[in-house]
C-alpha cells in the first residue's frame, strides 16, 4: 500500500469517529445535563424531510406546497391529552382558588409561613399556598364550618338561583388561571446599549403592550405578559357544533365522567391548551432534571414537529401509516374518522374514541391522524411556508385584544373524528380561531429535548 493511500484511508478512519464524538472537539462530554425522559412522551430525534401535501389540492387550499425543512430532536406525548389528564389541572386551579379564598378570610392552615419582613412585601395574591391542609366543604362538618363558609363568601359556589337542587356546586366560570411567561420575540427585537450618554444602560426600540399600542420600553418587565385563562371546557360545544342532532349525554358526561377518563379532552380553546402547558411546565409533579437543572418548558407543537412526527419518517406517504389507504389489506380502517357519508360508526366509533385505539405510526405516536384534530402553537398565514426559515421554520404573531380576527387563526393538525380522509393527510392543514371551543378538537403536548438527551440509557 503506498504512501498516498495511507494518508487517505487515515484521514476516512479520523473523519469517521469524529461523527461519532458526542463530547464535541476534544472531550467526552458531561452526562450531568442530560434530561430525565418525560412520563408517556416519546423522543423525536432531529432530522429533516419534504414538508406539505403529496396529495392533490382538490380543495384548492394552496397553503401546504412542498419544502425541504429541518426540525431539532423534541419530546412528543405518546397520546392526546386526556380528561383524565385536563381534569387534573382543573382540580389544582379549583383548589388553588379556593385556598387563596380561605386565606384572603383568614382562615389557619392555609398560608404557608414566611418571614414577617417577606410578608410586609407580598401582595394577598402572591402569599405562599400551603397544599397539605384538607379543605372540607359541608357545612355538616362542624369542625370546619369556616371552610365552606368562607368559600361561600368568596362565591366559590353557584347561588341558589343557579343552582338545581340542593347540592352546592362550584362556580366553573371562576375557574381562573393566572399565570405569566417572557415574550422572547419582542425581547429580541430590542437591544440593550451602553454609551457615553447612558452608562448604566438602558433599551432602545419599543414594545407592543396587550392593548396593541407601541410603548417604550421600560426594563424586563415590559416583555412580561400576563394571562388570565378561565380552564373548565365548554361542554356545550357537543350541542353547539351539530344543529339538531342529539349530543345531551356528551355535553352532560363527557369530561367529568370516569367511563370517558382516557379519551381526548375536548372544548378546550388553543388559549386554554396553552394554560395547560404553563401548568404542566411548572406545577404538575412530574419528574425533573438530574441534578436539579431547570427542566424544559412544555408546549403545543410547532406545525414542523407536527407534521414530521406524524410522518413517523417515512417520507412521501399520505397518511401516518405511510400507505394511500386508510384500511388495511383485511379492511379495517386505521384511524377514528367519517369513512363514508352519514356513516360516522364505520371505523368502530361514532364519536371520539379512547386514546392508543389504533396502531401507533413508526415513531411509537398514536393518533397523529383522526380522533380529534389538534391545535398547533404556530399561527396560521395560507402563504406562512413561504415566509418562515428552513431551519425549524415558526410562524409568530403576536395577538392583542384589539387585533382583528384574522390575526386570532391558529394551525389545526390531524383531522378528527368528523372529518373525511382528506384531513388526515400528514401534509393537510387547517385552521380554527385561538378563544374558539368544539368537540372535535384537543390537543397534546411537546417539550424541547435539550442536547445530550439522546445519550439517555
Same mark, same amino acid.
Given at each position: ?139 355538616? #362538618? ?23 337542587? #340542593? ?291
Amino acid at each position: 500500500m503506498d504512501m498516498k493511500r495511507i494518508v487517505t484511508l487515515i484521514a476516512v478512519v479520523i473523519f469517521v469517529a469524529s461523527c461519532g464524538n458526542k463530547g464535541g472537539i476534544g472531550g467526552k462530554g458531561s452526562k450531568k445535563g442530560f434530561e430525565a425522559p418525560p412520563e408517556n412522551m416519546v423522543l423525536i430525534q432531529r432530522g429533516s424531510f419534504e414538508m406539505g401535501s403529496n396529495d392533490e389540492d382538490f380543495v384548492w387550499a394552496m397553503n401546504a406546497p412542498l419544502k425541504r425543512r429541518t426540525t431539532d430532536q423534541f419530546f412528543m406525548d405518546q397520546t392526546e391529552t386526556t380528561n383524565l389528564a385536563y381534569r387534573a389541572f382543573v382540580r389544582w386551579t379549583a383548589d388553588s382558588i379556593a385556598r387563596r379564598i380561605l386565606v384572603s378570610n383568614d382562615v389557619d392552615g392555609f398560608a404557608k409561613e414566611v418571614d414577617d419582613e417577606e410578608e410586609e412585601d407580598l401582595e394577598p395574591e402572591e402569599i405562599p399556598l400551603n397544599y397539605k391542609t384538607a379543605i372540607h366543604l359541608s357545612p355538616r #362538618q362542624r369542625n370546619f364550618a369556616d371552610h365552606y363558609e368562607a368559600l361561600k363568601t368568596g362565591e366559590f359556589f353557584y347561588s341558589k338561583q343557579e343552582a338545581l337542587g #340542593q347540592k352546592r356546586s362550584i362556580d366553573v366560570r371562576k375557574l381562573n388561571y393566572k399565570y405569566k411567561y417572557y415574550d422572547l420575540q419582542q425581547a429580541a427585537k430590542s437591544r440593550w446599549v451602553v454609551d457615553d450618554q447612558n452608562p448604566n444602560g438602558h433599551y432602545v426600540g419599543k414594545v407592543r403592550n396587550q392593548n396593541g399600542e407601541y410603548v417604550d420600553i421600560v426594563d424586563r418587565s415590559s416583555f412580561i405578559i400576563e394571562e388570565n385563562v378561565s380552564v373548565y371546557p365548554d361542554t356545550l360545544v357537543w350541542i353547539r357544533d351539530f344543529f339538531n342532532s342529539y349530543n345531551d349525554p356528551y355535553a352532560k358526561s363527557y369530561f367529568w365522567h370516569p367511563a370517558f377518563d382516557f379519551y381526548p379532552v375536548a372544548g378546550v380553546s388553543w388559549r386554554q391548551a396553552s394554560a395547560f402547558c404553563h401548568w404542566r411546565s411548572h406545577h404538575a409533579k412530574e419528574k425533573k432534571y438530574r441534578n436539579q437543572y431547570p427542566s424544559q418548558d412544555y408546549r403545543l407543537p410547532m406545525e414542523v414537529e407536527y407534521e414530521y412526527a406524524a410522518r413517523g419518517g417515512l417520507e412521501g406517504g399520505l397518511y401516518p401509516w405511510g400507505s394511500m389507504y386508510n384500511a388495511n389489506s383485511s379492511g379495517c380502517f386505521l384511524a377514528n374518522f367519517k369513512p363514508q357519508r352519514g356513516d360516522y360508526a364505520l371505523d368502530g366509533f361514532s364519536r371520539t374514541s379512547p386514546v392508543a385505539q389504533y396502531e401507533p405510526n413508526d415513531f411509537g405516536l398514536y393518533d397523529m391522524a383522526g380522533n380529534v384534530a389538534e391545535w398547533i402553537n404556530d399561527a396560521y398565514d395560507e402563504n406562512a411556508y413561504e415566509a418562515t426559515h428552513d431551519l425549524v421554520p415558526t410562524y409568530h404573531q403576536q395577538v392583542t385584544k384589539k387585533d382583528k380576527a384574522s390575526k386570532k387563526r391558529k394551525v389545526v393538525r390531524g383531522g378528527s373524528w368528523k372529518d373525511v380522509s382528506y384531513f388526515l393527510q400528514t401534509g393537510a392543514r387547517d385552521y380554527n380561531y385561538m378563544d374558539s371551543t368544539h368537540s372535535y378538537i384537543g390537543f397534546r403536548t411537546v417539550r424541547d429535548a435539550v442536547v445530550g438527551s439522546t445519550g439517555l440509557k
